[in-house]
Nanobody, 125 residues
Framework: QVQLVESGGGLVQAGDSLRLSCAAS????????MGWFRQAPGKEREFVAT?????????TYADSVKGRFTVSRDNARNTVYLQMNSLKPEDTAVYYC?????????????????WGQGTQVTVSS
């Protein structure tokens, strides 16, 4: 069982930056690929970024955030991060961290086993 707790959300202006953190419980953090997803009001949950297990050598990003967001992991702290730069109003959503019981990263939310409670990110224009 893995428990995930996100933090770092908030209200910012367009062009600002935020860094989201996701702290994971458990002693096998390195064996999990991690993902970030988001859900805006009235919309389905969508993929944002994912990072492979182990040292996190493989990452994939949604086209909408490529070049602005960076996912990383610190295995010593059992934490995965999402650095978000040049934020836009359309980035406003609840952001969720997820863990997949596989080393291989994935973009489909159905492939993830554990989810955090989410953190709100609001970007004003």
């Amino acid at each position: 069982q893995v428990q995930l707790v996100e933090s770092g959300g908030g209200l910012v202006q367009a062009g600002d930056s935020l860094r989201l953190s996701c702290a994971a419980s458990g002693r096998t953090f390195t064996s999990y690929a991690m993902g970030w997803f988001r859900q805006a009001p009235g919309k389905e949950r969508e993929f944002v970024a994912t990072i492979s297990g182990g040292s996190g050598g493989w990452t994939t990003y949604a086209d909408s955030v490529k070049g602005r967001f960076t996912v990383s992991r610190d295995n010593a702290r059992n934490t995965v991060y999402l650095q978000m730069n040049s934020l836009k109003p359309e980035d406003t959503a609840v952001y969720y961290c997820a863990a997949r019981g596989s080393w291989q990263h994935a973009v489909s939310p159905s492939l993830y086993d554990y989810w955090g409670q989410g953190t709100q990110v609001t970007v004003s224009s």
